[in-house]
C-alpha cells in the first residue's frame, strides 16, 4: 500500500532513500528530501506489504498529464522485481488519467514494468 510522506515518517523516507547510490552523501539526501518537500507537485510516496513496516518508497513529480518517476528504493531484503512492479502497478492505480514515466535513470525499470503488465491477463480492454 503506498502511504503519502508525512514529517512524522522523515527517518523512515530518508532511510529508504540512503538505499540508492547517490544519496549515501547525507547533505545530498537532505537537499533531496527538502525539493521533494518545496511543492505539491513532488511527492515521496512510502510503500508497505498489507499492515507491515515500510519497505519501499518512490519520488515522483505529478503533471498534468504524466507522473514522472524520479526514485524508488526497497529495502534490501524486499529488493525483488515483483515488489517494483507492485509499486508501481499501486502507483498507475493512484493516478489513473495520467501516464506513469521515468527519468532517464528510471527509464528501463518503467519499460520492464511495462511489458511486464503487458504480459498480465487482463479482464477488460483498455486499448
Known amino acids: 500500500m503506498l ?3 508525512r514529517k512524522d515518517y522523515e527517518k523512515v523516507a530518508m ?6 547510490p547517490d544519496f549515501k552523501d547525507l547533505i545530498h539526501l537532505q537537499t533531496e528530501m527538502q525539493w521533494y518537500q518545496s511543492t505539491e507537485d513532488h511527492q515521496l510516496l512510502l510503500w ?14 505529478v503533471g498534468s498529464d504524466f507522473i514522472l ?3 524508488d528504493s ?8 515483483a515488489n517494483q512492479y507492485q509499486m508501481l502497478d499501486e502507483l498507475a492505480a493512484l ?3 495520467q501516464r506513469v514515466m521515468g527519468t532517464l535513470e ?5 519499460g520492464a514494468w511495462e511489458r511486464n503488465r503487458d504480459k498480465q ?3 477488460t480492454n483498455h486499448h
Open 106 to 110: 528510471m527509464a528501463p525499470i518503467i
Open 74 to 81: 526497497l529495502s534490501p531484503e524486499e529488493r525483488t522485481a
Open 121 to 123: 491477463p487482463t479482464t
Open 95 to 97: 493516478y489513473p488519467k
Open 3 to 5: 502511504v503519502k510522506y
Open 48 to 61: 508497505r506489504q498489507g499492515d507491515g513496516d515500510f519497505c519501499g518508497i518512490i519520488g515522483i513529480e
Open 15 to 20: 532511510g529508504l532513500l540512503s538505499f540508492i
Open 69 to 71: 518517476l524520479h526514485h
